[in-house]
T-cell receptor, first 115, second 112 residues
Framework: GAGVSQTPSNKVTEKGKYVELRCDPI?????LYWYRQSLGQGPEFLIY????????DSGLPNDRFFAVRPEGSVSTLKIQRTERGDSAVYLC?????????????FGPGTRLTVL | GNSVTQMEGPVTLSEEAFLTINCTYT??????LFWYVQYPGEGLQLLLK?????DKGSNKGFEATYRKETTSFHLEKGSVQVSDSAVYFC???????????FGAGTRLFVKA
């Protein structure tokens, strides 16, 4: 079956602009995670959804970052007033389980470049 | 806070050599431990995991044993192949909340 998909694969924007990154999880997966991966580093947790609700948003770096999952499937990560330091690969993962120890399936990521 | 430290790369080996990639962790409670792999041009994927002390995770010839006494989860493979060339990430979760904490990754090159 289809895996996790993310769009766009690449996004180039200017400092101060607003961006939206989309994640389509594996069908039927109730858990969805967003991570940010900077060059040469491992993924850094941002937010976790179980169904439609954000059960853990402790990794969001500041209030410029926001994510939604209105129907419990597709999720959108929104970044306002982008800064050069936001440049990274944004990864989405989904899981059939309800805990972080259940297997997560990762998408290919969206590479965000803020000029 | 919780953290994962893994050996810096790149690691370069000849085909059929023995592989060890070291991983140590700091955590409160009793985390679950993971190795993820990212092959060139592909997304991150789970390689193996262990959920309690002394458990051994294994997959595709790779093994790692959860050692609570040394807070380690070293990845090993007896005979690497060129197709094992990838970036390997050690990670932990299950210490409260839903975070998975990753190490910085170790790049492995295997030469024919």
């Amino acid at each position: 079956g289809a895996g996790v998909s993310q769009t766009p694969s690449n996004k180039v924007t200017e400092k101060g602009k607003y961006v939206e990154l989309r994640c389509d999880p594996i069908s039927g997966h109730t858990a969805l995670y967003w991570y940010r991966q900077s060059l040469g580093q491992g993924p850094e947790f941002l937010i976790y959804f179980q169904g439609t609700g954000a059960a853990d948003d402790s990794g969001l770096p500041n209030d410029r970052f926001f994510a939604v999952r209105p129907e419990g499937s597709v999720s959108t990560l929104k970044i306002q007033r982008t800064e050069r330091g936001d440049s990274a690969v944004y990864l989405c993962a989904s899981s059939a389980g309800e805990t972080s120890t259940d297997t997560q399936y990762f998408g290919p990521g969206t590479r965000l470049t803020v000029l | 806070g919780n953290s994962v430290t893994q050996m810096e790369g790149p690691v370069t080996l000849s085909e059929e050599a023995f592989l060890t990639i070291n991983c140590t962790y700091t955590a409160t409670g009793y985390p679950s431990l993971f190795w993820y792999v990212q092959y060139p041009g592909e997304g991150l994927q789970l390689l193996l995991k262990a959920t309690k002390a002394d458990d051994k995770g294994s997959n595709k010839g790779f093994e790692a044993t959860y050692r609570k006494e040394t807070t380690s989860f070293h990845l090993e493979k007896g005979s690497v192949q060129v197709s094992d060339s990838a970036v390997y990430f050690c990670a932990l979760s299950g210490t409260g909340g839903f975070k998975t904490i990753f190490g910085a990754g170790t790049r492995l090159f295997v030469k024919a």
